[in-house]
């Protein structure tokens, strides 16, 4: 039956207690009075309620600080540094180790500061001689100050990752296409490390360029064929050019040395026509005072002496026949002729035979058997 149905006895059973007196909402006011006196007791309503509730106080907060402590302690890693930040300002920078901060307080930001970074940065391009390439590069960076990396610009890996494109279209736009793609790569990568750390630099963002990796640039897939063919013409052209090189090397170390030999013996040369010349000149000082004494004996011996160093120099042989003597004898010529100065005569030998005893076979290389007699003399000489 509902609480307001006719028929109820009289007795309206009104749920806000107004017996039908009052029909509007409830009074706020007197419900806030009610909840107080029911939970009053909790907080000192009564004597003993009171030291109830003041111990409750205690503890809780005692368990609040305790979790407010606790919750302080954080940690540092070894490669990490943290940056405090109190009330939102920055503070000071802790270092690796177990920390504690006032929570609500201070905030910390660990920063790695030991790790390298890599960013690449790729793009088609266009170069100096209006040629579209595409490059790729890779930059390694780490953080070296962590106050700048967080609070000098809004996010310092984006700025870099903008200065390095800004770079590298600015140094390839500057650069001949053959030189991105061959000769001209070290000096591509060294100009834009250059140009970002210029373009860092004033921004202060506590980062350190390590290195700088230069890709192997590529051209559009519609040139390519084209131009793989023009880069291995330029590498048969580096390829001829270090044979070249390294023939130049093999043949002027011998060329060189062959020039010292013949100067060396032209010096040996002209030191032995010296010598010999001054040789002569004493030979003929010597020969002098004995052709005034002696002038007929003198140029006998001269003549001698000149005879027998023709004799020796020629092929042939000179035989002394005495008259009256029938006696023959055999010389094996052709084994004399092939041992040169086998059988000489001297002065004393040759000096009655070049007056007097004819030659055999002259102006002849080989020469035939000749019979001589027993007790002959003879000379042979040869080239």
Do not use: C
């Not at 749920?15 to 009053?40: I, T």
């Not at 001698?304 to 002394?320: G, I, W």
């Amino acid at each position: 039956m509902a609480w307001n149905e006719p028929g109820n006895n009289g007795k309206d059973r009104d749920p806000w207690g107004n017996n039908g007196k009052n029909q509007g909402p409830p009074d706020l006011d007197e419900m806030l009075r009610k909840v107080s006196r029911r939970f009053g007791g909790l907080f000192g309503g009564g004597k003993s309620g009171g030291d109830i509730g003041r111990f409750g106080i205690s503890i809780a907060l005692v368990v609040a600080v305790v979790v407010w402590v606790v919750s302080g302690f954080y940690t540092i890693r070894e490669a990490e540094r943290g940056a405090v930040l109190r009330f939102g300002k920055f503070s000071h920078i802790v270092e690796p180790g177990l920390r504690w901060k006032p929570t609500f307080i201070d905030q910390v930001i660990p920063v790695d500061v030991e790790s390298v970074r890599s960013l690449p940065a790729s793009g088609f391009m266009l170069t100096q001689d209006e040629n579209v390439v595409r490059v790729e590069m890779d930059v390694q960076y780490r953080v070296v100050n962590p106050e700048q990396y967080l609070f000098s610009v809004t996010n310092a890996d984006e700025s870099l990752g903008q200065a390095t494109d800004s770079a590298l279209r600015y140094v390839v736009g500057h650069t001949r296409m053959d030189d991105v793609l061959t000769t001209g790569r070290e000096k591509v990568r060294q100009e834009t490390w250059q140009v970002i750390d210029g373009i860092i630099e004033p921004y202060q963002m506590g980062l350190q360029i390590v290195d700088v990796n230069f890709l192997p640039a590529r051209p559009p897939e519609e040139v390519k064929d084209a131009f793989d063919d023009a880069i291995s013409a330029q590498e048969d052209e580096q390829r001829f050019i270090r044979e070249a090189e390294a023939y130049a090397r093999e043949v002027e170390p011998k060329a060189r040395g062959s020039v010292k030999r013949l100067e060396q013996e032209a010096e040996a040369y002209k030191s032995q026509i010296v010598l010999k010349a001054q040789g002569e000149v004493a030979r003929f000082n010597e020969l002098l005072p004995q052709y005034q004494a002696a002038p007929e004996l003198t140029r006998e011996r001269i003549y001698l002496e000149t005879m027998e160093e023709l004799y020796q120099q020629a092929n042939k042989v000179v035989v002394d026949m005495p008259a009256g003597n029938n006696s023959m004898i055999y010389l094996p010529l052709d084994k004399l002729s092939g041992k040169p100065n086998a059988v000489q005569s001297d002065r004393a030998t040759v000096a009655p035979v070049a007056e007097q005893v004819p030659v055999a076979n002259e102006g002849t290389n080989s020469m035939p058997t000749t019979p001589l007699r027993s007790g002959d003399r003879f000379s042979s000489g040869r080239n």
